[in-house]
């Protein structure tokens, strides 16, 4: 009997009688996941957010005890190594992947409030309690969030924390690639004393998101190119797209160099927003690529749930279908690793991606906009003092003592982040901006003014 994945919905847990099965890398059933019908939707997101909002105090403290129970305890029945087990074997993604993102989350809500708080504007007060005369005070700009998730890395799920410890209710949908992760975390959250109307999960297909997101005052929302281009104008949603990270040496490159660039393409399987695509190379990018090729290619080729695995695996179908639209993309590119070792078969009806990687005869080749969910790099040449070419960028971390192109980067709109030295693209830190902080699309600064009645 494989275990069935229900709604948490705003008035308790609910099993809807619609459902799919979620299968893992071999085409085995795994568990069952209830798909909600959309007037189950609509009665949820109207009580999300309606609760009282709990002290500040009160919110750490319940955060707190969710992240350990996630990280350590026995959740809707399932033990951390039963889950990290499923989520490996469901994903794809190497199991000391999913335990290191385990880890993470759990300090993330353990940290909740504190990172959450480290975007308030220095001259504003967290209460209005807190305000002798007259101040600004840090307010939500609404009650619910409705959050459309995304299933490459469990990672994702630490984000919309922080909508928690802000006092919002939160509504989640889980992508159908792996439900665990946040059905994991919202269970904890509930035996740590939250309750539906703060945090539901909402289980369903993409008609279902519509919903939410009107439903909701605000929406967080996963995707590629096209779900930017569909919120970007949108005030009441913020759109998490593709990464596009990139690195840039200058100068003669050292091993260090190829081991830190070889290290952001392929960390953590290459399958996160923040993991580089694209290697820019002031002199012979051709020889840099090699390196990091020769790198790259001693990574071995493993099961996911093998603690020794660092790769990510798919079933055939889906293996094949990603490596060949890689092979549609490369255009006058050159491969520096063999084609037929990208594919590789584990005999059981899975696969591994191998790293990829392509020399690329120009800088503004369009290849190094194209973010893929394995380790592929496209290393290109660039001009002495170009940042035209480093745009649209989540992450640029560029190997570089030029102080006029580190301030184009860092005034560059587009690049949401600029990391100096051989800081690798993942690096992310509790209390500093991912893409920006989380705080500045939830909150705005209001006056507060009191005069004290004697």
Sequence with gaps: ????????????????????QITDVRGTVRAELGLVPDLFVKRSMSETGTHTARSLDERAKMLAVAGELF?????????????????????????????????????AAIRAVDTAYAAIPTRAQASWSEVADASAVWTRRGRSLAVNAAGNHPGVHSLWLEALALGYGVAVRPSRREPFTPHRLVSALWEAGFTGPEIALLPGGQEIAGSMLSAADLGLVYGGDDVVNRYRDDPSVLPQGPGRAKVLLTGTVTDEDIRFAADSIAYQGGTACVNATAVYVEHDHAEVARRIA?????????????????????????????????????????AMLPDQDTVTSLGDGSVVLRPTVYACDRPDAPQAGLEMPYPCGWVLPWTPGDASVLTDSLVVSAVTDDEDLITALVDDPSIRNVYLGRVPTYRVE????????????????KAVARQFIS
């Design 71 to 107: 990280r350590d305890g026995t959740v809707a029945g399932i033990s951390p190594a039963e889950y990290h087990e499923l989520v490996a074997v469901v994903s794809g993604l190497p199991i000391g992947v999913v335990r290191a993102a385990a880890d993470v989350i759990a300090e």
């Design 430 to 445: 509790f209390g500093v901006p991912h893409d920006g902080f989380l705080g500045e699309f939830l909150m705005r600064s």
């Design 294 to 334: 020769e790198l790259l290619a001693e990574l071995p080729a493993l099961p996911p749930e093998d603690p020794a695995a660092m790769l990510p695996c798919w079933t055939e179908s889906a293996g094949n279908a990603v490596a060949q639209y890689v092979r549609s993309q490369v255009g006058s590119a050159t």
């Design 1 to 20: 009997m494989v275990p069935v994945l229900g709604a948490l919905g705003s008035r308790g847990a609910y099993t809807p009688i619609r459902r799919e």
